[in-house]
């Protein structure tokens, strides 16, 4: 797919087929994950694969019953092993770093015909538990992937005058 067409085409999905995803498509998808920038390029992450339809049920309570978690038949879950590194500008660098490589698994999904949804509604403790993660480290996104089972419009945006200054900030 073309750069430009997998940028308007990348939707949040939230209905799946009941089809599997086929491993070589996973493995492009970590793939663009792994090849994410980072702050220092310190790469400090880890992406939990979740198949399993009884793991992805147990998610699916922990993300306040979304239905469509335990819908995909693939969930890729975030998490932040470092959650103390600030950037020089004050700034903590894990939601940064992590979001970064979450969107490259968006574009990667839908670049290999996938949907995905960018999750954030979910409770910590809950999917820390379920998923095995560390008290020290953060969750910072639940992404669900699959084949879309929904045939939309693209939700609208503003237009670039709306969000775009130059040389200085302007309401």
């Known amino acids: 797919m073309e750069f430009w067409d997998v940028i308007t085409r990348r939707q ?4 799946y087929l009941d089809k599997p995803v086929p491993e070589d498509k996973i ?12 702050a220092h390029n310190r790469q400090p992450w880890k992406f939990i694969v979740v198949k399993d ?4 049920r147990k998610m699916m309570q922990a993300c306040y019953n979304q239905p469509m978690i335990a819908q995909a ?12 590194w600030k950037m020089p500008n004050g700034i903590t660098s894990y939601p940064v770093d992590l979001a970064i490589a979450m969107e490259h698994i968006t574009l990667a999904a839908t670049n290999e015909g996938l949907g995905s949804c960018w999750v954030g509604a979910f409770n910590q403790e809950q999917v820390k538990q379920i998923m095995n993660v560390p008290e020290r480290c953060t969750v910072v996104a639940v992404m669900p992937i699959g084949y879309s ?10 237009s670039v005058e709306e969000i775009v200054c130059y040389e200085s900030f302007q309401e």
């Open 149 to 158: 089972n929904q045939n939309r419009d693209p939700a609208p945006r503003k």
């Open 53 to 56: 339809p009884e793991k992805r």
């Open 12 to 15: 949040s999905v939230r209905s």
């Open 73 to 84: 038949p693939v969930l890729i879950v975030g998490v932040a092993l470092n959650t103390d």
């Open 27 to 38: 493995k492009k998808i970590l793939e663009a994950a792994r090849l994410a920038p980072s």
